[in-house]
């Protein structure tokens, strides 16, 4: 079977799908590796590096696509990149279904047989194929280090000759894989760190980072299925808005992660909380993309207001794009290797496992995925 790896065309994507190492073990287990010349350039990954793996450099990657048995991919793909594949060729993506459904039809009619990484279910069985967790932990990271390079001042607590430099503040708001990694980060650099989430249950998470929960008294609580964040009432939404008020004005730097699936990001800052920082602070909104928790991000930009710095980056995994790649390529090597057949010479979907139920969106000319429609 053969795997095609296809440079990412999106203008903010720099990450690949399948790394040089990753490409060893799938020749390992028997599959051809064609790579588009310069598919992991920006992502410091050379062709040579690809051949030495064993991967065929593919000049014009149109030329392959009828022989292409599988491709993995980062961004959505559009479906004109998809022109002359093979019927029920296996596209392995993200593809923001949610936000994307135009794109399902056409996949469907294609007869892709389409898995939405970002589907694949939170069970413990999936961990090491998941690449929303994989990716959200380095986003998480590098939004910290992004906010110390804006921040004017030192991190940690500084006793000096000259004087005692305070350490920053730090708000991170949503504490899923990113926010709790971002926590972790700016604990490291020596700030002292809060962090806020609707869920009850990443209270107990957040503190065993070394940090402190702002809680909202309510009976309410955000735990929703798989793991994620529910929409909240509107009597809570005015209790949290009052809370997060009281404490955004003390913080120098601001973290900002919730997202809900399927639906814009919540605005969690708005501009009122944002002008009440001091001058010099540093907002990094990591849900720009979908909308963003800042009322004044702006996506792809760094705007400054009343003297605080907004950070909206359209695409923060490009800036640490090389271990971005290397992680994905693995939780799509990992989601492979459950999709062998009991030869081990061939992929074969398994439509009871809950992993495929859970994440293949199209398949023989249909939307299969019951959240998304139904035949065309």
Do not use: W
């Not at 392959?64 to 004109?80: K, R, T």
């Not at 020596?190 to 008294?217: C, H, M, P, T, Y």
């Not at 207001?305 to 794009?321: D, E, F, M, P, Q």
């Amino acid at each position: 079977m053969k795997i095609l790896v296809l440079k990412e065309t999106d203008k903010y994507e720099k990450r690949v799908a399948i790394s040089p190492e990753v490409t060893k073990k799938l020749i390992e287990m028997g599959f051809d590796v064609l790579v588009e010349k310069d598919a992991g350039k920006e992502s410091g990954m050379v062709d040579d590096a690809y051949e030495a793996a064993g991967a065929k450099i593919v000049k014009d990657a149109k030329t392959m696509l009828p022989e292409a048995d599988i491709i993995p991919h980062v961004a959505p793909i559009s479906i004109e990149e998809l022109q002359g594949t093979k019927e029920n060729v296996i596209l392995m993506s993200l593809l923001k279904p949610y936000s994307n459904q135009e794109l399902l039809k056409k996949l469907a009619n294609h007869k892709v047989t389409s898995i939405a990484l970002e589907m694949i279910p939170r069970i413990s069985r999936a961990q090491a194929m998941d690449v929303l967790s994989s990716q959200s932990n380095l986003a998480g990271y590098k939004a910290v280090v992004d906010a110390a390079s804006e921040y004017g001042r030192a991190m940690p607590l500084m006793m000096t000759a000259a004087g005692t430099i305070a350490p920053a503040r730090v708000l991170v708001i949503g504490a899923g894989v990113a926010g709790l990694q971002a926590i972790a980060t700016a604990r490291r650099l020596g700030s002292i760190v809060s962090a806020f989430d609707v869920r009850a249950v990443a209270k107990e998470q957040v503190e065993s980072l070394g940090a402190n929960f702002v809680e909202v008294e309510s009976t309410e609580t955000g735990d929703g299925s798989g793991g994620y964040a529910k929409e909240m009432s509107d009597e809570y939404k005015q209790r949290q808005s009052e809370k997060l008020a009281s404490v955004i004005k003390t913080q120098d730097i601001i973290i900002t992660t919730a997202q809900i699936p399927g639906k814009k990001a919540p605005i969690l800052i708005t501009a009122d909380m944002a002008k009440s920082m001091r001058p010099g602070s540093i907002i990094v909104d990591l849900a720009v993309e979908s909308g963003g928790n800042c009322e004044l991000a702006e996506f792809g930009k760094t705007v400054v207001k009343n003297g605080v710095k907004i950070i909206g980056h359209a695409n923060i995994l490009s800036s640490i794009a090389q271990d971005a790649s290397q992680v994905f390529a693995k939780n799509v090597l990992n989601l492979l290797k459950i999709m062998m057949n009991k030869g081990g010479n061939a992929v074969e979907l398994n439509f009871e496992d809950e992993i495929i139920k859970g994440a293949c969106l199209t398949h023989g000319g249909s939307i299969i995925h019951p959240g998304f429609g139904e035949k065309i």
